[in-house]
């Protein structure tokens, strides 16, 4: 089973070596539209996937800033689960020139 989520606030760990706590990691927004994708073994319930997308994405896309414009999955009911949750419709689709620079801003709505 495969999610992916759109992601234009993508996060990315770094360590500051000039810091206090040099070993700390950090983390920053990275331009560009990009994606996040998960991939589940065959048989898992859809609400542990589910889940585990929802727990994960907060590692990779700075929410603070927008939810994902869009989400595809194999499972039709697993989208509609993760679209609701993040408050887009399950009709949105990824759109076609995704990752050329000519898409946004990024709503959650329609």
Request: proline share 8%; aromatic share 10%.
């Amino acid at each position: 089973m495969k999610v992916v989520v759109g992601n234009p606030f993508a996060l990315e760990g770094f360590r500051d070596e000039n810091s206090d706590e040099p070993e700390r990691v950090r983390y920053r927004t990275i331009e560009g539209e990009r994606e996040t994708s998960f991939f589940f073994p065959e048989g898992m319930p859809l609400t542990e996937m589910a889940s585990a997308v929802i727990e994960s994405i907060p590692l990779h896309m700075d929410l603070s800033l927008g939810n994902p414009p869009w989400i595809e999955a194999d499972d039709t009911l697993l989208k509609k689960i993760l679209c609701q949750h993040y408050g887009i419709s399950d009709r949105k689709k990824r759109p076609a020139r995704w990752g050329d620079g000519t898409n946004g801003p990024y709503t959650t709505g329609d």
